[in-house]
């Protein structure tokens, strides 16, 4: 019988549909199952649905062999794990935020204050780091309304938009740590979950060269071909195709994303028309 991998998930919420999203992109098709539980059909996958900040301790234990959780969770708390990729989706950060109408003068106003988290151990080494000795007041949920009642002087909690903070009278001062999804594994596994793992990381490194690259097709003059492929390295070296009009030749290639826009004024300087751009569904190096 096949070993399956288990993966641990957040049951609910960004990370979830991200998540799952992610799956998808891998060609992963699971099974609608029970709210805890499902499997997919056509790869050795099971599929736990768990609260992100027990994830790193079900991952730690073996309950799961891998799992997707924040960043700040596997930072929080500091269970045995390894970390085997990065995603790059679910972006935040954890921050420090006071009242509106608060003048802010520096790290050192957080000196002797009370500070309303639920992130106590990020938030101890990053007040140690800055040398500012103030009382944490370890809270969960509802983080933001401490100020307003007098539990806090401050909150220092996950920020995305910051919408949340500005509905509470609040205003993000200090950035502590920037957070996105990690793919975390326990350190213990067996030699065919290991293989089974390393075909699910080929994929998911397939599904993010995918989106961060462009496929790219354009119209260039013959005597203009070296300036332009010169713009356009690809994954080796462009693909060029002569086309029906004498003097021109059709250039397919591949480019970053960060760099679309730059290099397409460049190519339109040098000449390239009928430029062309559409997205990769995968991408294997």
Known sequence: MQDVLKIAIQKSGRLNEKSMELMKECGIKINNGGKLKSTASNFPLEIFYLRDDDIPQYVAEGVADIGLVGEN??????????????????????????????????????????????????????????????????????????????????VFDIVSTGSTLLANGLK?????????????????????????????????????????????????????????????????????LPLATAGWSSVHSVIKEDDFWDVIDQLKEKGAEGILVCPIEKMIV
């Open 73 to 154: 969770e596997y930072l929080e708390k500091q269970q045995p794990v390894e970390i085997v990729n990065r995603t790059g989706f679910s972006k935040c950060r954890l921050s420090l935020a006071i009242k509106r109408e608060e003048e802010y003068t520096g790290l050192s106003w957080f000196s002797g204050k009370k500070i309303a988290t639920s992130y106590p151990v990020i938030l101890k080494k990053f007040l140690e780091k800055n040398d500012i000795k103030a009382t944490i007041e370890e809270i969960s949920g509802s983080v933001e309304i401490a100020p307003s009642i007098g539990l806090a002087d401050a």
């Open 172 to 240: 993000e001062v200090e950035v502590a740590l920037r957070s996105e999804a990690l793919l975390i594994a326990n350190t213990m596994l067996s030699s065919d979950k290991k293989e089974i793992l390393q075909k699910l990381l080929f994929r998911i490194e397939a599904a993010k060269s995918a989106k961060q690259n462009k496929y790219i097709l354009l119209n260039a003059p013959n005597q203009k071909l070296d300036q332009i492929i010169e713009l356009l390295p690809g994954m080796k070296s462009p693909t060029v």
